[in-house]
């Protein structure tokens, strides 16, 4: 039987980090991971293969043939003739995920990590250790990873299949639908629908929640709202579905709005009502691993199970469902299991939604800021005054800097406008070592860039902003 310092139940974001991390650190390591892509084994989880990946790059195409076709007269460039060939997309899209899970699987042999294809599922205690079914084979571990990640949310009134898809079927459609509905406007609903509205389709989101965005900071949700709203995006908020109905030619949704009740009839429907952590095959009844009332693995603040040596990361224990979270965490725990200081700041993790303009935010709210009692500042500066925004012809959105009104240490950073996905990170690292808006505001941009937003909202949060 092989023997291992540290076995990881799946390959995503937070397995195959935590994988190479622990064999950098000189653990004898293996990763198990079931995931398959056009009948071969594929590393990467969700977010490589069907998720994080695939999406932005569908995101980049779609809105290339939207600024070919409406915004670059403005540049003085005239196009005619414009044609889309979705084949040639979706190859595109596809051979960026090739190259990057074949870079993992490159990884794991660089670092000697013994990869196995199938499930992984605990079988007993051995010892200290655990004996694992990896694949078929039982192997012993002294220290197990489970890292399986999360599962699509399904509508129990419109279950997966047919005309009714989730995100990775969202990414696949061979034709570019005459009528879309997406039930759900969160992160995935608003950057798949972005792709397909950008493409010609006719876009309707339908949302449960009363609002849009309502985890942004209020000032982003009506700026990002509007802009959407402008760009063809039909949203319904406060909706109920009470029935959904398919056949061979598309899917009719039924649902109350304001106690009216409506159907529309769609060609293709995407469900993106969130995420549920995917246990399913590892034996966690069987030996009693803990999952909390959600289904979620629980964890203590060291990603320690209720077993001993059995530790859980990524969004199988919950919390944001991001790749980078996930990563984090497989760093932390793997420099943990080397007796170092393995540390994740949950307070100060970005969020981006990668749709036109981009959303990015890390931090407290202003709303959430207020409920704790906090006396704030704020600082707010717009593209449209920036001299790189109005050379890019996009001056979309604004900088929202919140910071504490006595000691002037930075709680949040919102933003809304082209590239704010890249924008967001000095702001995240300033607030990483307990920085102030005037550390941001002092720090030397160059000129002429986007950059320069950020530290004119600091600027802001004191009233001296020097370019508006």
Known sequence: MDSFDVLV?????????????????GFKTACVDAFERN???????????????????????????????????????????????????????????????????????????????????L????????????????????????????????????????????????????????????????????????????LGADVTVLEAMPGFLMAADDAIAREGLKLFKKQGLDFHFGVNITAVEQDDSGVSVTYTE???????????????????????????DAVGLALDERGFVKVDQHYRTNLQNVFAIGDVIGGAMLAHKAEEEGVALAEMLAGQAGHVNYDVIPWVIYTSPEIAWAGLTEKQAKEKGLSIKTGQFPFSANGRALGHGD???????????????????HMIGGGVSELIGEVVAIMEFGGSSED?????????????????????????????
């Open 9 to 25: 139940i799946g390959g995503g974001p937070a397995g195959y980090v935590a994988a190479i991390r622990a064999a950098q650190l």
């Open 39 to 121: 009948g071969k084994a594929s590393l990467g989880g969700t977010c490589l293969n069907v998720g994080c990946i695939p999406s932005k790059a569908m995101l980049d195409s779609s809105e290339k043939f939207e600024v070919m076709q409406h915004d670059f007269a403005e540049h003085g460039i005239n196009v005619q003739g414009a044609s889309l060939d979705i084949a040639k997309m979706l190859g595109r899209k596809n051979g960026v995920v090739d190259k990057l899970t074949g870079g993992v699987a490159y990884l794991f042999k660089k670092n000697k990590i013994t990869s196995f294809f199938g499930l992984g599922k």
């Open 123 to 198: 079988v007993r205690a051995d010892g200290d250790g655990w004996i694992v079914d990896a694949a078929g084979t039982e192997v012993r571990a002294a220290r197990v990873i489970v890292a399986t990640g999360s599962s699509p949310r399904a509508l129990p009134l419109a279950p997966f299949g047919g005309h009714i898809v989730e995100n990775s079927g969202a990414l696949e459609f061979t034709a570019v639908p005459e009528k879309l509905g997406v039930i759900g406007a969160g992160v995935i609903g608003l950057e798949l629908g972005s792709v397909w509205r950008r």
């Open 258 to 284: 304001q106690d009216r009740e409506v159907t529309a009839r769609f060609d293709k429907l995407i469900v993106s009502i969130g995420r549920v952590p995917h246990t399913q095959g590892l034996g966690a």
């Open 395 to 413: 001056t979309r959105g604004f900088v929202k800097i919140i910071a504490d009104a006595q000691t002037d240490r930075l709680l949040g950073v």
């Open 440 to 468: 941001l505001a002092r720090t030397v941009h160059a000129h002429p860039t986007l950059s320069e937003v950020v530290k004119e909202a600091a600027l802001a949060a004191d009233k001296r902003a020097l370019h508006m």
